[in-house]
T-cell receptor, first 114, second 111 residues
Framework: DTGVSQNPRHKITKRGQNVTFRCDPI?????LYWYRQTLGQGPEFLTY????????KSRLLSDRFSAERPKGSFSTLEIQRTEQGDSAMYLC????????????FGPGTRLLVL | GESVGLHLPTLSVQEGDNSIINCAYS??????FIWYKQESGKGPQFIID?????DKRQGQRVTVLLNKTVKHLSLQIAATQPGDSAVYFC??????????FGGGTRLMVKP
């Protein structure tokens, strides 16, 4: 399967703990995006990378959130001092920089903060 | 700010009938529009997209119509099947590369 993969698929944590999610994009894609989706809503943009550079961050991305893409391939999203309001599905997407960049999504990581 | 929105949160159709899911947007500055399908517990799956210089685009059993005059987008699914049951989102990159999604329409297919 050459699609976008995300790990873990599910994560349950206690409030105050740190969590880290990983995304592996489609291999030739140089853009990688993180979105958050709460129940019954559409995905909301968090941040995106072009190669290893983080080019845009949403106001939703508080200082407890940090994302990296150190070698321009996989990316990690870390949430420090988790809060119950962080409970959501975290989606990763990738695209290839070109005339029309269709974003392809991974299966998501569902986070539950107790 | 920019937004996209779907007209109906839920749509119920009979198996074999055609489905039409509608979406409205508030900003004309997007180059293209995309429809995604999301099944329970999965990430959004790309269905079809359309550039802003087109009015219609067809895929396999799906057609997207774009009316820029009234800022309206629709997804038509022919001969709806049980496997089409999912939540459908319209989306557009209004600001840079970030996609803005609508709230989604849940399509339920009755056997």
């Amino acid at each position: 399967d050459t699609g976008v993969s995300q790990n873990p698929r599910h994560k349950i944590t206690k409030r105050g703990q740190n969590v880290t999610f990983r995304c592996d994009p489609i291999s030739e894609h140089n853009r990688l995006y993180w979105y958050r989706q709460t129940l019954g809503q559409g995905p909301e943009f968090l941040t995106y990378f072009q190669n290893e550079a983080q080019l845009e961050k949403s106001r939703l991305l508080s200082d407890r959130f940090s994302a990296e893409r150190p070698k321009g391939s996989f990316s990690t999203l870390e949430i420090q001092r988790t809060e119950q309001g962080d409970s959501a599905m975290y989606l990763c997407a990738s695209s290839y920089l070109g005339t029309q960049e269709t974003q392809y999504f991974g299966p998501g990581t569902r986070l539950l903060v107790l | 700010g920019e937004s996209v929105g779907l007209h109906l949160p839920t749509l119920s159709v009979q198996e074999g009938d055609n489905s039409i899911i509608n979406c409205a947007y508030s900003n004309s500055a997007s180059d293209y529009f995309i429809w995604y399908k999301q099944e329970s517990g999965k990430g959004p799956q790309f269905i079809i997209d359309i550039r802003s210089n087109m009015d219609k685009r067809q895929g396999q059993r799906v057609t997207v119509l774009l009316n820029k005059t009234v800022k309206h987008l629709s997804l038509q699914i022919a001969a709806t099947q049980p496997g089409d049951s999912a939540v459908y989102f319209c989306a557009a990159p209004f600001a840079g590369n970030m996609l803005t999604f609508g709230g989604g329409t849940r399509l339920m297919v009755k056997p």
